[in-house]
């Protein structure tokens, strides 16, 4: 690899830009995808390698190339530093996400409950316009507190996030999308919502609702859901 294409692959991952570097077999030769000079199949390529967060090598009009796709982290930010919270984040944290942790109740966003993750105690349309959600970001509120998740799924709804989920009853849920209906989104906007949170597995306890909320997350991650 050429400096200069070592200095461009280095400065998009630390901008969180997803990119390919394509090697072709076996010449040697690199460049970095998508990129506008780039044949449309390779780019095609490209893509779908950083859609499935697969390497490997493809054979385009006879010639072969090696796809190393560079994906940033999933990012998982949870809203409410509550029991279920508790479980949820290091099971996040072992499936390799990085995970925050959005809570303005400093007695429950503390360091002794949640040891080793971020820590936001900002209100949450604060915390999420500072962390501005791209694709590659989960949003789950657990609060049951309509003063706290109704503003972070505000802010969800008018972001780039590809899973948002909500916990709560379906009476409670009907409820919220009524006061979303309010501040502006349409049943279009809100059907983005897994409300309530998670896959039907019959959840009762914290760690079995935790599960079921990661389920329902790789389901959507790998277009099962």
Known sequence: MTPALLAALTALREAKEPVVV???????????????????????????????????????????????????????????????????????????LDVVVVDPRRSFATDERFPNVQIMTDWPDEALDALAPDARTAIITLTHDPKLDDPALDRALRSKAFYIGALGSRRTHARRLDRLRELGHDDAAMARIKGPVGLNIAAVTAPEIAVSILAEFVAKRRNAA
């Open 22 to 96: 394509a090697t072709r077999l076996p010449g040697g030769e690199q460049m970095l995808l998508p990129a506008p000079e780039a044949p449309e199949a390779l780019n095609v390529a490209a893509q779908r390698a950083l859609d499935r967060d697969e390497s490997g090598t493809v054979n385009l009009e006879g010639v072969d190339w090696f796809l190393h796709a560079y994906n940033p982290k999933y990012r998982m930010i949870i809203v409410g530093a509550v029991h279920i919270a508790q479980a949820l984040v290091p099971m996040a944290a072992q499936m390799g």
